[in-house]
């Protein structure tokens, strides 16, 4: 079957907070369009992007998912996202690679703050937009209350197309503002919705916001102002195409409404995707650095891998967008990141999970291929080998990390082997060992999202770990100027050891780590030696005099020494300069430093108040609070050992609804109450060890 043209696809990712009804949105759509035979549930775990055991144990999304459908002899690929902000990165990976996007709001809470942060991404990456307002059959849900909420987060440019026949339990149907007609829906199923007229009660609501929708349609184009000022009427050809112009300049937000899980107004908002938003082909050239590719088919083949899944038996599927030329079965294409040729097996369309073999995708397209050997998300494919700059958003870090240890002994391998898997899937996650404690550390951007991991090494990959609280990374310095001997001497019979070198430490300003400085004249100590003697101090410093921890801040001048011309060696030079940088530093004032996070805290209005004594109990410094999106940023510094439980703290002071990010600010000297406690600590840890 041929590709369908760039003009004939919509690229539309389904974005929005947790609990906005994405994921039902998205199985409204495909069933209304007969691309598939029943209306799925989230709750019963029946849907098609939520197909994951660990999605459906949850009721929510957590990975990326694509389906498609045929609507208006166009294809519509529909990116189902996750909402959680522990898995925002497939979120910004479909806004990466769509011209438009549909945000999702739940009725009754309004905009919330992950909805917030994507369209500022949204606005970042030039997309065209539009709204739908979810859940209006719900208690206590209101479209206009939820309308001001719009607007007030995006600009005044945020206008109804439509607006509710009914509410909550009494949620009939939708009135098409442009047309002036009425639709009511009986629940039945597909194709459902009756025209009928516009309630009396409805009429003058439906006149007012009809207003102010043709208010911006006019402000489109100057001739079309010039027509509505002499009050001439505003065709629906002409509000059709200035509404399409519009969304694609990003200069007008369409807001439409229903109720996905009763397939309400579902075909009102197949209808806005083709008519609203633009075709990779109206949407035109997209640049990577000096080049621009354009969505033709006789140019060389580029595509951008936005996402890998880690399948342990399907192996590696990657997701990719064309963005110019066609991606064709059994051919071979270039990774331009490893510069190395990859044979492009059968490419597929994925409903879901389930995959389709098709032989080609065109330009604007988005599809899958499987078994790829050295690709995965943030590569780009290409018919030619070279440089194209093409990259993945920038992603958030992660800031919750736990250490980790195998549940059995043995498993380490099958561990590592699984979360490299799983990075491939999930760039947000982050493993290292600490070079510091020695302690294996998985780190992402919330609780659940480590746990979420966990649960993954496990049920695919059969791996068990155990996590726990990681250590806080102390350093030590000093606090004041100290000097210090080292002679080391040895005779053993034959050939002896003999090393001598005297230094000064001094403490270097916040931030700057070591120095070593060569004061040494008349050749005292031969200038072989000398790097013997910094070896030997640099080693020394991976575990300080107070509590064994890494020291850092130092200036050490070597100054004078004396050598022997037979015994004298690197070796001994080495033990000599740990032995007078160990003497040096315990006269110097040693003190204990802990990092300092700089954390961005997201709550509710109502919270501000609690959340802030409960950071202040933290040792933290509030540093400033602003308002976004009905939520309250307030930025804080916090030192990291008050902060390695905050997630489930949080999460108690503000009903689910906070979040948070950090990331290291400094480091700061630590309280001496609270340092003798670290050192106790410290001691206990290391006896435990030795026992």
Not at 14 to 41: I, M, P, Q, Y
Not at 52 to 58: I, L, N, P, V
Not at 152 to 178: C, K, M, N, W, Y
Not at 262 to 272: E, F, P, Q
């Amino acid at each position: 079957m041929p590709h369908d043209g760039a003009r004939r696809i919509r690229n539309v990712a389904l974005v929005g907070h947790r609990g906005s009804g994405k994921t039902s949105l998205n199985e409204a759509l495909l069933f209304e369009a007969g691309a598939v035979n029943r209306l799925g549930s989230v709750a019963e775990g029946t849907t098609v992007s939520d197909f994951a055991d660990d999605e459906k144990a949850r009721g929510m999304s957590i990975a990326l998912s694509l389906a498609s459908l045929r609507w208006q002899d166009c294809k519509i690929n529909l990116l189902d996202t996750p909402g959680e902000p522990s898995f925002v990165a497939d979120a910004l990976a479909a806004l990466r690679v769509c011209e438009g996007a549909v945000f999702v709001v739940n009725g009754v809470m309004g905009v919330e703050v992950g909805a917030d942060r994507l369209w500022r991404r949204a606005t970042e990456l030039g997309l065209s937009r539009l709204l739908y307002v979810n859940m209006l059959d719900r208690e206590r849900a209101d479209f206009y209350r939820t309308l001001d909420s719009l607007k007030e987060a995006f600009g005044r440019h945020v206008v109804a197309t439509e607006i509710p026949i009914g509410s909550e339990h009494d949620l009939q149907g939708v009135v098409d503002l442009i047309d002036m007609k009425a639709f009511r829906y009986d629940g039945a199923g597909r194709a459902s919705a009756e025209e009928i007229e516009i309630p009396e009660d409805l009429r003058a609501r439906a006149e007012e916001y009809r207003d102010k929708l043709m208010d911006e349609v006019a402000e489109i184009s100057d001739e079309l102002m010039e027509h509505y000022l002499e009050g001439e009427p505003i065709s629906h050809e002409e509000a059709v195409a200035a509404l399409n112009a519009g969304v694609t300049a990003g200069t007008i937000f369409p807001v439409t409404c229903g109720a996905a899980t009763r397939n309400l107004g579902s075909d009102r908002l197949l209808d806005a995707l083709v008519e609203d938003l633009p075709s990779p082909d109206e949407r035109g050239g997209v640049m990577a650095g000096e080049q621009t590719l354009d969505p033709v088919e006789d140019a060389d083949m580029v595509a951008f891998v936005f996402k890998t899944l880690a399948d342990p038996f399907a192996g590696r599927i990657n997701l990719f967008r064309v963005y110019q030329g066609v991606l064709e079965h059994d051919s071979q294409v270039f990774n331009c990141r490893a510069h190395f040729k990859e044979r492009i097996g059968q490419p597929l369309v994925l409903q879901g999970k389930a995959p389709d073999h098709v032989e080609e995708f065109g330009p604007g397209d988005i599809g899958a291929v499987a078994k790829l050997k050295q690709t995965h998300a943030g590569d780009v494919l290409s018919s030619v080998d070279g440089e194209v700059d093409l990259r993945m958003p920038e992603l958030p870090r992660p800031v919750m990390a736990f250490a980790m240890e195998p549940k059995a002994k043995g498993d380490e391998e099958k561990a590592h082997t699984a979360l490299r898997r799983l990075q491939e899937e999930d760039p947000t996650i982050d493993v290292h060992r600490d070079a510091q404690t020695g302690e294996q550390i998985v780190a992402g951007l919330t609780q659940i999202h480590v746990e979420v991991v966990v649960e993954r090494m496990r049920d695919r990959f059969g791996a068990e770990v155990v996590l726990k609280p990681p250590r806080v990374p102390y350093q030590e310095t000093i606090k004041a100027p100290a000097k210090g001997h080292g002679r080391y001497k040895k005779q053993t019979g034959g050939r002896g050891q003999f090393g001598d070198c005297h230094i000064e430490v001094e403490p270097l300003p916040h931030g700057r780590g070591f120095e070593f400085v060569n004061r040494i004249k008349g050749g005292v100590i031969p200038t072989g030696f000398i790097p013997a003697v910094e070896k030997g101090i640099v080693e020394t410093m991976s575990e300080g005099v107070i509590a064994g921890y890494p020291v850092q801040g130092v200036r050490v001048t070597l100054f004078d020494g004396s050598y022997h011309s037979v015994d004298s060696s690197e070796m001994a030079f080495k033990v000599a300069g740990s032995m007078a940088f160990k003497e040096a530093m315990a006269a110097a004032k040693p003190v204990l430093l802990e990092p300092i996070m700089t954390a961005l805290v997201s709550v509710p209005e109502d919270c501000v108040g609690d959340v802030i004594g409960d950071l202040n109990s933290r040792r933290g410094h509030p540093l400033g609070m602003e308002l976004k999106a009905g939520m309250t940023e307030v930025r804080a510094e916090v030192p990291m050992a008050e902060m390695l439980s905050y997630a489930p703290d949080l999460r108690a002071i503000t009903g689910g609804r906070g979040e948070y990010s950090m990331e290291l600010a400094r480091y700061d000297e630590v309280p001496a109450h609270l340092a003798q406690q670290v050192v106790e600590s410290a001691q206990t840890e290391e006896g435990a060890v030795k026992a």
